[in-house]
């Protein structure tokens, strides 16, 4: 697995910036900075197209209680107060 993250602009003194962000390759991270150039090519807004209209949904979903299918939650023995604690007495 591999990826490249977390890319930011670094804005320099001298009115010049460069783009940083880290590498991940084969178990090792990296910094990598690039000068910034010119953009190769732009997009509109408008490319994205347009919010489309709102839609009133209701999922068709019904629940039905049922009295004799009640009844209390018995605690787990990995949520009880005592779990994972070591005994103190001797």
Do not use: W
């Not at 490249?4 to 804005?11: A, E, G, K, Q, T």
């Not at 209390?72 to 070591?86: D, I, Q, V, W």
């Amino acid at each position: 697995m591999s990826g490249n993250f977390d890319p930011i602009v670094l804005h320099q003194a001298d009115n010049k910036s460069q783009i940083a962000f880290i590498t991940y390759y084969k178990g090792d991270f990296e910094l990598h900075t690039l000068e910034r150039r010119d953009p190769i090519i732009t997009a509109a807004s408008a490319d994205f197209g347009a919010p489309g209209p709102i839609i009133d949904f209701q999922a068709p979903l019904t629940h039905t209680l049922i009295a004799a299918n009640q009844r209390k939650k018995e605690p787990s023995r990995s949520c009880s107060s005592t779990a994972g604690r070591r005994s103190t007495s001797a």
